[in-house]
C-alpha cells in the first residue's frame, strides 16, 4: 500500500490503518509536521519515507527497525541532530536526503550505510566529516554544498564508486594528498571556497569530465593537471593565477575553459590554438 499525504499543509499527524497492514510507501512531503508520533514507527515494513519538507526537530532512534528502507527523505526541516540508529538501516541502498537542515554534525555511524548510493547533506552547518566518512564505499553521487567545512578526511578517498562530489560553498582551504584515488570521478564543484594550492595528485583524476573551482584564491595550477585527458569544462573564474601551463593544450578534449576575473593572470598566445582545437575559451 502506497499513502500520500503530499502538500496539504497538515498540522497534525493522520490516523493510519494498523501495522499489520503493510505499507510500502509513505509521503508526507511539504506540510508543517513537527514531530511524529509513536504509533508510527510500528509500521517498520515500510521502502520509501518521505517526511521532507516539514518541521521536524528530531528524528526518533526507533528509524534503526525500518530495515527495508531503501529511499528516506529529512530533507528541509529544522533537525538538529540526526539519531546513531540511522546507521542500522543496513539495506538503504537508494537515497538519503537530509538536506537544508540544522545539522552540525553528521554520527559516525551514519558511515555503516555501505550500500547507500546517494547522500545529500547540502544547506546545513557541518564544519568537519566524520573520520571514517570512507565507509560510505556505494556512494556514487555526493552533496555537500553550502556548509562549512574547512578540510576532508583522508579516508574521503577510499571512496571509489563517487561519480559527483558537490562541494562548493563552503571553506575548504586544501584538498586530501590522494585525492587522485578517486579514479570513477565525473564531476568535481568545489567553486567558492578557499583553496590556495592543489595536490599533484588531482590528475589522476583521468575520468573528470567537469572540474569547477571558480572564486578560490588558486595562484597556479599543478602541471599534473594536464593529464585528465577527457576532461570537457575547466572553470578557473575568479582566482588568482598569474599564468598557465602551456600543456593545457594537450586536453584535446577540453570544450570549454573560462579565466575570467584572474586580474594578475598573463594570457599566452597559445590560447589561440587552444581555441582553433575547438576549446571555448572566455577571458
Known sequence: MDINYDDRQLTVFPTLAKPETPIKSFSMFKNNISSIPARFWKHTEIEQLNFGGNQLTRISKSIGRF??????????????????????????????????????????????????????????????????????KGLVELRLYKNQLE???????????????????????????????????KIL???????????????????????????????????????MEYLLHLDLRANELKELPKDLLKMKHLEKLDLRWNHDLVLPDWLTTLEKQGCLVYY
Open 189 to 227: 564543484d568545489l567553486e567558492s571556497n578557499q583553496i590556495k594550492v592543489l595536490p599533484n595528485s588531482i590528475g589522476k583524476l583521468t575520468g573528470l569530465r567537469v572540474l569547477n573551482l571558480r572564486y578560490n584564491q588558486l595562484k597556479a595550477l599543478p602541471s599534473s593537471i594536464v593529464k
Open 151 to 185: 578540510t576532508l578526511p583522508d579516508s574521503f578517498c577510499q571512496l571509489k564508486k563517487l561519480q559527483e562530489a558537490h562541494l562548493m560553498k563552503n571553506n575548504l582551504q586544501t584538498l586530501p594528498s590522494k585525492i587522485g584515488a578517486l579514479t570513477q570521478l
Open 67 to 136: 530495515q527495508k528502507l531503501q529511499m528516506l527523505d529529512l530533507g528541509h526541516n529544522q533537525l538538529r541532530t540526526l539519531p546513531k540508529a540511522l546507521g542500522e538501516i543496513k539495506n538503504l541502498k537508494g537515497f538519503l536526503y537530509l538536506s537544508n537542515n540544522q545539522l552540525k554534525a553528521i554520527p559516525e555511524e551514519l558511515c555503516q550505510l555501505k550500500k547507500l548510493r546517494y547522500l545529500n547533506v547540502a544547506g546545513n552547518q557541518l564544519t568537519r566529516l566524520p573520520q571514517n566518512f570512507g565507509q560510505l
